[in-house]
């Protein structure tokens, strides 16, 4: 049932703003057109900034909205009977029809509102951008080259652990349309391609990628054997990237042949406990994959303090895939960098700028 917003003036214009900056840049940029037209008419629609605000704290109100109404559309029955079904091709299994979605949109929210008020206070944007690992292979690579010695993975904001399994996919890497490297076994379950941008030289890849630890720190681990929890992760694709869907199923597939150590709880309390349990003689590699915004500024310093601390036994590498932090309301690609600890002190590289999905990498070097 409609009901009036009860969003006092500067916060409704906030989320106003928020929508519409997704709706002029982020969708447009990620190839989404249905994002783009419903994140604006969600900008001018105060019941609709209502419901997306009620999302939890640093959670992005686009991205939780949009896959809210997804993840109901995906579970089938009355949902995907109702108009707005149409235009999702994963759903319809058809091309989307040349109409406005929008008022379709707007009627199912209203019309499911409990049900997309429940998921919105309770999920996190928990994405497991499988495509990403485009990015992690040549920095893990760096990190093998440069240690001599097999990798101990910690991936802080795991979600499911799929990106742990880096070493066990096949990656082509295209520059202007011509493949310049490819890396892993041909029949591997999941491929994935990245697109080289810019004058910046890819870092060699390794021959043969050693990988001796595996571990996954998440506040709330995603545990694939559950199908709503695939479920959640398939919601949180945007529409008009349908290949994703069987990638991440396929990716599901492989964790679950080779398995990971997922670990629930806070990460700046865990992290020294995995730390201790990775074999001594590996090259410790902490990383992250846009996550580290989830965490409060307190618990990314303590972070970072105990991987300082831990390099005066051990030398750490610290990868992150990540957004500027005193941006992070901004449309912004992230960066890819690696920050070498040693004795105590840290010194940082960016290596590159992607796209949030792996799409493309433009090397700096």
Known sequence: ?????????PTAARYRDV????????????????????????SLDPELLELAAQKRKRQPAPNMLFAAVQYLLLGGGEYSEHPLASHYPIVSGAERPM???????????????????????????QTNVVRRCTCLLPAFSMVQRESGHPLALIDVGASAGLNLNVDRYRYRYLRGGQEEAVWGLPEAKVSLEAELRGEGRMPELTEDLSIEFRGGIDLNPIDLRHEHELLWLRALIWPEHIE????LIDAAAELRQSPVDLRRGDAAELLPQMIADTPPETALTVYSTVA?????????????????QTSKERPVWLVTLELRMEDIDEVQMPSLSITRYTNGAAERQVLARSSPHGWWIEWAS
């Open 99 to 125: 109409e406005p979605a929008f008022p379709a949109f707007r009627d199912f929210c209203l019309s499911h509102r409990d049900e997309l008020l429940d998921l919105i206070r309770s999920h996190r944007t």
């Open 292 to 308: 580290l915004y989830q965490i409060p500024s307190a618990g990314r310093e303590r972070i970072f303090r105990t991987l300082q």
């Open 244 to 247: 994703r869907h069987q990638r």
């Open 1 to 9: 049932m409609s009901q009036r917003s009860q969003l006092d003036a």
């Open 19 to 42: 929508f519409h900056r997704f709706a002029r840049v982020e969708a447009p940029d990620l190839t989404s057109p249905l994002y783009a037209e419903l994140s604006y008419g969600v």
